[in-house]
């Protein structure tokens, strides 16, 4: 079958500083959406900004709340049915708790969660397999959170609702 030729554009520089190691997604209204590693802590919480414009500029750069950060890598994905998952080592200071957050479609704020390990874990990635599954695979190990590799399968009805009091 015929392949659709793409063609990529350098985007405009992220106005932040103290910001790296970052994951897209796009989300189905056509809007990127870039979420940074922050290595800035007066707040323990990843950063993110927008564009409606291919990344010609981002926009309304702001930290995540909901999405704690231990200085450690991330990763979106934007599933079949236009909900969105990240996942990252969800503590203040350590590499431990990696947890995968969901946005339901046409939401703005994360919605559900499922911790996929409670000990050591660092950096993670997904991939959608079918309407019902993900793997993830992420670092972890016994005496570092890099120590080894893990693959899971997790599905996708098994995350639960976030609390709306929880504070962090």
């Known amino acids: 079958f015929p392949v659709k030729k793409q063609t990529w554009k350098l ?18 209204d056509g809007l990127l959406w870039m979420n940074m590693r922050n290595q800035d802590r007066t707040l323990p919480n990843r950063k993110q900004c927008f564009s409606a414009n291919g990344g010609q500029p981002w926009k309304n750069s702001q930290f995540d709340s909901t999405l704690l950060e231990p200085i450690c890598q991330g990763a979106f994905l934007g599933l079949s049915n236009e909900a969105i998952l990240f996942s990252n080592p969800h503590h203040k200071r350590r590499r431990k708790n990696l947890q995968i957050h969901r946005i339901e479609p046409r939401q703005s704020d994360w919605s559900k969660s499922i911790v996929v390990n409670s000990g050591k874990a660092a950096y993670s990635d997904m991939v959608e397999i079918d309407k019902e599954s993900i793997l993830i695979l992420f670092e972890t190990g016994k005496i570092l959170p890099y120590g080894g590799i893990c693959l899971k399968r997790i599905r996708l009805d098994s995350f639960q609702l976030l609390s709306k009091t929880k504070k962090h």
Do not use: A, I
């Open 11 to 28: 985007g405009e520089n992220v106005p932040e500083s103290k910001t790296d190691e970052c994951t897209l997604v796009e989300r189905t």
